[in-house]
Each structure stands twice: as C-alpha cells, then as structure tokens.
Nanobody, 115 residues
Framework: QVQLVESGGGLVQPGGSLRLSCAASGIIFNIYAMNWYRQVPGKQREFIAGIAKDGSTNYAESVKGRFTISRDNVKIMVYLQMNSLKPDDTAVYYC?????????WGQGTQVTVSS
C-alpha cells in the first residue's frame, strides 16, 4: 500500500522560505518519479515540480528559480525547498507519485504566505 505523508507547511511572510517534506512508504522508492502539486480552493490542482528516478527535475514556470525539488533514496523522502515565497504561493501542497498508472497523493500540507 502506497502512503505519502507531507509535512513542513505553515505561515511565512512574503520573501521567506519553507521546506516541505514527503515521506513515502509501500513502494520501491528509487524507481519512481515523485512530484509536488498545489491547490487553491476553487481551482484545479496544479503541477509545480517533479523529480525523476535519475534525479532530473522539472518545474512549473511560476516557481522556476525559486523552488527546488530533491529526493533522498536512502531516507525515502522527497523535499521541496521554497524560497522567495509570494502570497500567490498560498495553497495546500501535495506529494504525488504514479505507480502502474495510478496516482497516489498525500493528505496535503497548508502553506500560507502573508504578512
């Protein structure tokens, strides 16, 4: 059973930083791509960052240069370092992976950027 558990969200001022963590279990972690998405109430969940099994990364234009995704295949964790945060980054952030064409999601962690 695949389980993803996010942590690290919170309230931060504009320009600040946060690091989100996602603990994975129930999968052979190092062979799957891992992703971060976010969702604002009333809007579709949007992809923001992904990291492949070889460590290659891709980002949404809205976060490129500010966010960094990384993974630790020993600790079975994926991270999202978020810098230069803006109020528009306020959302619930979700960890995601796809196993045999099925999407798995964590419960989400709230990030609020406000002064």
């Amino acid at each position: 059973q695949v389980q993803l558990v996010e942590s690290g969200g919170g309230l931060v001022q504009p320009g600040g930083s946060l690091r989100l963590s996602c603990a994975a279990s129930g999968i052979i972690f190092n062979i799957y791509a891992m992703n971060w998405y976010r969702q604002v109430p009333g809007k579709q969940r949007e992809f923001i960052a992904g990291i492949a099994k070889d460590g290659s990364t891709n980002y949404a234009e809205s976060v490129k240069g500010r966010f960094t995704i990384s993974r630790d295949n020993v600790k079975i964790m994926v991270y999202l370092q978020m810098n230069s945060l803006k109020p528009d980054d306020t959302a619930v952030y979700y960890c995601n992976t796809k196993v045999f064409a099925l999407d798995y999601w964590g419960q989400g962690t709230q990030v609020t950027v406000s002064s």
